[in-house]
């Protein structure tokens, strides 16, 4: 890792809620070259090496290091980014003086970095000419698509993704991936059908209940006095088209992909809440003679509520308009 060659500068972002802080540092390079494998398609590990520590206040370092070269094939990363002032001096003349600036966000490191997680990230950089990322043991998909978002690091298709098992608990590793990866392909299919709904019916508010299949609609909005909409197809194409009510029942579970759901959306225009409701999904209500022994079941489900906002007034466009409008040259 040429440790002793390192010029180390780091940067604290400072938790507003605790008074812990993330700390990323990393080192400058030499000004050797880098050895490619020009058969495998990837970098190997002879070469300069740049070297990155992640800090946490009160606990351990986490550390990882990527090939130089690696760094300079992907310059759009945020790695990259950082890092290019240093490695831009070294070629030049051999030394490193500039701070590359890294801030690390306190929720993505602090929730998803795990002491395999720079492994992860090294693999992304020096995987072979197949494109395939292999995702090192004990590495949660959810993490890694964090992290991944955070340093800009495209990881493509998820199905393509290859989880590597070296111990045994990696089992329920790459199971609970699969099941995230198809969570987020109908979490796709329920935002098409959430633009299909508000097209075919126009209105201010849309409500959408996330259903399970063993629920009642009718006898939920009979007993909430509201009707809501529900996302899925029922038969046919439709089904294939937007999915199963419980498909959606059970992305709406991740928190990731709600905030993803809400952010597609809100792209659009329009404005989004989600709320968990205690709503009554079957018993006596609605029947002439029930059973003295028939009793109410009641659960939580998920509710997602669209409003489309009114217009901003023309002035306050033209003036939004104009602070966005680029400055326009004059010649000389």
Known sequence: HRRSEALETSNRLVDPSSSRFVGVTTGAVSSKKTRVNRHAGRFDDDGP??????TFGGEPSSEFSVPLEAL?????????????????????????NSDPHIIAPVDVVEQS??????????????????????????????????????????LGDLHRLHFEDEAEEDFARTLRA??????????????????N????????????????????????????????????GRYGTDLQTYGHRDAHARWAQYEALRTECSRILEACGVQTKWTQRYLELSGPRGLDFPPPELDAVHGHRWCFTVTVPDAEPAAKRRKLDREHAAPETTSA
């Open 49 to 54: 090496m740049v070297l990155f520590r992640v």
């Open 113 to 154: 970095w795990t002491p395999e997680m720079g492994t992860a990230v090294r693999k992304w950089y020096t995987r072979g000419s197949d494109g395939v990322v292999r995702v090192p043991s004990k590495v949660e998909l959810r993490d890694l698509l964090a992290v991944a978002d955070w340093l800009l690091l495209d």
């Open 197 to 232: 709904v508000m097209r075919t019916k126009p209105d201010k508010t849309y409500t959408f209940m996330f259903y399970e299949s063993t629920d009642s609609s009718t006898y939920v909005q009979r007993a909430c006095a509201q009707s809501f909409l529900e996302l899925g």
């Open 72 to 96: 300079k094939a992907h310059p759009s990363t945020m790695l990259s980014v950082w890092t290019q002032p240093r490695w831009s001096a070294a070629d030049e003349d051999g030394d490193a």
């Open 178 to 195: 699969k099941a995230y990866v198809s969570c987020r392909e109908t979490l796709l299919k329920g935002v098409a059908n959430v633009k």
